[in-house]
């Protein structure tokens, strides 16, 4: 590092790009489930999954799991997906959307974003649909929602499953219904550290299809057709188990469901701050050479995980340099993602080029995703904003 970075540094404490929000309310209820002798899934995982349902509403039941990965995986199980099908996955994601999929020996298939919102490009969704498409997973890309009247349109003409990759999208509305209710097979959250809530780690799968809630339900703890806790806690000697299938060990621990209690009781301060990081950004940065953010329109709302900007042509700055200068001058970002069309293992196995996705090749070289979450104060936006002034005007 040049020695005069290192000084400022020094001068000015440095902003993380994320950090989680955990306050008194995680700590004593995770050190109350650690006085409780029951640390792993149990009675806090089952009153998680019910409140985190009855949050949703409109009859979806939630069945928590150790991350979002282990979650889609699960989904994808459940619905059938297997050797030689295909799934449709946004080549502006992280990996998990993708790897689940090989997981169950089945194929990604990738496909390129629309350009205004970085959610999956339908046009390029109908194209990729081929003999073995089996089904699609959009991703509701920093936590605006995708056009899933759209997508659901093409599932129903196609006869091809959707499984919501919905990691950004908690809480996010769509046409006024909540990510989570539409009419979808399956809806995943997560709760790692940078997300909109987190349990450290974890994720939840909501479903309105009982079959399917009953499917992962066993496949997330070994097959076994009646959970440790009912054993524990049955009056009568439980010591007899079937193992039905063979399943995986994805449950979540009491531990993380306690904290993920006290953070749901905190989503509605969570997103109100969210929004007014957002609007704050939007305002101040309107006169920047940059691309802001995609908003929601008519009755749809963001969640407002990432604030994703994009440098504009007439920047005198490009995105490297940047987010070299910012982090000098004490400011994290990220970038989201660095398209999986890139990644050596995708990029070699299914052959991709970055012309095969030119919107998403196209917003990946601009693109840096910016502080925003409850923790950062007003003065610390005020001081991004400033710093993001200097450098681009
Ligand atoms: C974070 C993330 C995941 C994985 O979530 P985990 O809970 O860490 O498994 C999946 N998809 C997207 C788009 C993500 O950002």
């Not at 499953?161 to 909540?178: M, N, S, W």
Request: proline letters at 5%; one cysteine or more.
């Amino acid at each position: 590092m040049p020695e005069d970075s290192t000084k400022l540094n020094e001068a000015v404490p440095f902003l993380p790009f994320a950090l989680p929000d955990i306050g008194e309310e995680e700590i004593a209820a995770v050190v109350e489930c650690l006085r409780s002798g029951w640390v792993t899934t149990g009675p806090k995982t089952r009153q998680f999954e019910q409140e985190f349902g009855a949050y949703l509403g409109a009859g979806v039941e939630a069945i928590a799991v150790n991350s979002a990965t282990a979650g889609l995986h699960l989904a994808l199980e459940a619905l059938g997906i297997g050797p030689g099908d295909e799934v449709i996955v946004p080549t502006l994601t992280f990996t998990a959307t993708a790897e689940v999929v090989r997981y169950l020996g089945a194929q990604p298939v990738f496909v390129d974003t629309d350009a205004a919102t970085l959610n999956l490009d339908l046009a390029a969704v109908e194209a990729a649909i081929g003999p073995r498409t089996r089904a699609i997973m959009p991703v509701h890309y920093a936590g605006l929602a995708c056009e899933m009247d759209g997508i659901l349109e093409l599932a129903k003409i196609y006869g091809l499953k959707v499984i919501e990759d919905a990691a950004h999208a908690f809480p996010t509305r769509y046409k006024g219904k909540l990510v989570g209710t539409l009419d979808s097979d399956v809806t995943v959250f997560s709760f790692y550290a940078n997300k909109t809530m987190t349990t450290g780690e974890g994720g939840m799968i909501v479903t309105r299809n009982a079959a399917v809630a009953r499917r992962v339900r066993l496949m997330r703890i070994h097959g076994i057709s009646q959970d440790a806790f009912q054993r524990y806690t049955a009056r009568t000697p439980a010591w007899f188990y079937e193992v039905v299938a063979a399943g995986f060990k994805y449950n979540l621990t009491d531990l993380a469901a306690a904290m993920g209690i006290a953070q749901l009781s905190k989503m509605a301060r969570f997103l109100t701050r969210r929004q007014c990081l957002a609007a704050e950004y939007n305002t101040a940065l309107r006169d920047l050479p940059l691309r802001l953010p995609a908003l929601p329109v008519g009755d749809s709302t963001h969640a407002w995980h990432l604030y994703v900007v994009r440098l504009r042509d007439d920047a005198p700055i490009e995105r490297d340099a940047l987010i070299a200068r910012l982090s000098e001058r004490g400011i994290g970002t990220s970038v989201h993602f660095i398209p999986l069309h890139r990644q050596p293992i995708w990029r070699d196995s299914c052959q991709l080029r970055p012309e095969q996705f030119p919107a998403a090749e196209a917003a990946y070289q601009t693109m840096l995703s910016l502080p925003l979450y409850t923790k950062m104060s007003d003065a610390d936006q005020q001081r991004t904003i400033a710093n993001l002034r200097e450098l681009l005007l």
